[in-house]
Nanobody, 125 residues
Framework: QPQLVESGGGSVQAGGSLRLSCADS????????MAWFRQAPGKEREGVAVLYTGTDNTYYVDSVKGRFTISQDHANNRLNLQMDSLKPEDTAMYYC??????????????????WGQGTQVTVSS
């Protein structure tokens, strides 16, 4: 059974950095897209960064461009999210997601078949 397990969340002051990691296991074939989503209290879950595993092409939501970097560790089957210059509005539960199929809308959570349990990121001002 495929699994995604996130780690690396925590509390940091504004301007600080955190690195999230997502370990995947049990996939017979590599996921087509992998992504990081986040959900803040009282808000809908939103896509933050997406990676196409075939070419390592990456995509970011405007609010994190230039601050977040999504990357793939091929050797260890890990998806990473380096988060720099963090802001209080980045506070949320962060989820790793994967889809085995080409997605029509990589920002839609409905496209993703597999989800991790989430890791909390809290940024204080």
């Amino acid at each position: 059974q495929p699994q995604l397990v996130e780690s690396g969340g925590g509390s940091v002051q504004a301007g600080g950095s955190l690195r999230l990691s997502c370990a995947d296991s049990g996939f017979i074939v590599r996921p087509y897209y992998m992504a990081w989503f986040r959900q803040a209290p009282g808000k809908e879950r939103e896509g933050v960064a997406v990676l196409y595993t075939g070419t390592d092409n990456t995509y970011y939501v405007d609010s994190v461009k230039g601050r977040f970097t999504i990357s793939q560790d091929h050797a260890n089957n890990r998806l990473n999210l380096q988060m720099d210059s963090l802001k209080p509005e980045d506070t949320a539960m962060y989820y790793c997601a994967a889809t085995l199929f080409p997605a029509q809308d990589v920002w839609s959570e409905r496209e993703y078949n597999f989800w991790g349990q989430g890791t909390q990121v809290t940024v204080s001002s």
